[in-house]
């Protein structure tokens, strides 16, 4: 019988996957938001019976198996039906994915909103709800019980589809290694993530809007389409009685935050789940770097959104053969994926003024008074009115110039 407390990843490692907590049969762990808003796993002394389960499941102290190729296979990808294209964030490759496994009778878990604007994994088993699912959402997901039901689905034979964070898939795998499951049925997708801020701060900030618009937000879409894809100009907010409200400058500084790294968890500076070889079957991004180290041929596309999917696994080749009709698809340089996301293998540094803003946002989480952390440089100001009032094509050939 071990006598000794589980020893868990420090805290500035700790990516918030919660297989911890969901591994304990004990109910001894419970995620628990810091100062900041980010969730880290608290023990319940009375409650641990020093089994160990939760210090072998953490995929910090203990990477997940992974053996998935060093080398995959890069396309630049578009979903052909138009109407849902314009609906994702991107190329909407992942509702293509998500399609094929409802189609065959599985199940879908990606991150939604809930009523209070938080976010966590959901599970989707009709096609018609897929919509929550997609659409880029700058803050940090709740697993809650996610890898539990997976793990249950598994057991029961459903096929089952994970899109999440590079840090979540490795703590469902690590999860489901401890449980000896197998993952024959569990396709996974990750993205190229430049890093998750906290709940708390995005409530901040939403407090902000929602009293100056005296309405009460029920959705928002970090990456409106009206100005192409190339996009840090606007956010877009849906109010429960205004309806869709378009946010420039000051009322866009939570995502101009995110962007400048302003508050993003402390282990997306150093971490340990981006790099070409991943665990997940699918990585998929915005296509950036596309046409930089070869010609492509169809750049009028890029205002419609084209994404990255980079084949990680045999599974996931298998899977591509069957979306080639829902899906426009051209083989492309690993290195050009690579040049044109940088969080594809490096993690995002550090912004100058952000131990400023965490002390400042500790006394003080009133948004009017954070705001002169997002005053835009003589640069950023430029491309703003670019962006708006010369629109996505001058931009996109502005990028292509760098």
Known sequence: MNNQMPILCPSDSCMGCGACEQICPFDAIHMIPDSHGFLHPHIE???????????????????????????????????????????????????????????????????????????????????NSLFRLRKSKYLQSRTDNAYIQIYSQLCDGKTVLFTGTPCHVNGLYSFLQQKNCSTENLITMDFICHGTPSYKVFRAYLNWIENKYNDKICD????????????GLLTVG?????????????????????????????????????????????????????????????????????????????????????????????????????EGNINYTKSSVKHPDGIKFWQEFERDTNWENLLH??????????????????????????????
Request: charged residues 25%; positive net charge; aromatic residues 12%.
């Open 220 to 231: 928002f879409n970090f990456r409106d389409k009206s100005y192409g894809t190339d996009n």
């Open 238 to 338: 849906e109010f429960v009685k205004k309806g869709k409200v378009k946010f420039f400058k000051k009322e866009n500084s939570y995502f101009t935050g995110m962007l400048k790294n302003l508050y993003i968890r402390e282990c997306c500076h150093h971490c340990i789940s981006n790099g070409i070889k991943r665990n997940a079957d699918f990585t998929i991004a915005d296509f950036w770097g596309l046409g930089k180290k070869s010609p492509f041929n169809n750049e009028k596309e890029k205002v419609n959104g084209i994404s990255l999917i980079a084949v990680n696994s045999i599974k996931a080749k298998s899977v591509l053969n069957h979306l080639h009709d829902s899906l426009f698809l051209e083989q492309r340089p690993l290195d050009e994926a690579v």
């Open 373 to 402: 952390f997002f005053k835009p440089t003589l640069k950023e100001y430029i491309l703003y009115l670019i962006k708006r009032y010369m629109g996505p094509e001058i931009t996109n050939k502005l990028r292509r110039m760098k």
């Open 45 to 127: 002394p009375e409650k641990c019976k020093k089994c160990l389960r939760c210090e072998n499941v953490c995929p910090v102290n203990h990477k997940p198996d992974n053996k998935n190729s060093e080398h995959p296979i890069v396309y630049a990808a578009w979903n052909i039906d138009d109407d849902i294209r314009k609906d994702s964030s991107s190329g909407g490759v992942f509702s293509v994915v998500a399609n094929y496994v409802i189609g065959i009778g599985g199940v879908c878990w990606g991150a939604a909103y809930n009523e209070d604007m938080s976010v966590s994994y959901q599970c989707i088993c009709s096609q």
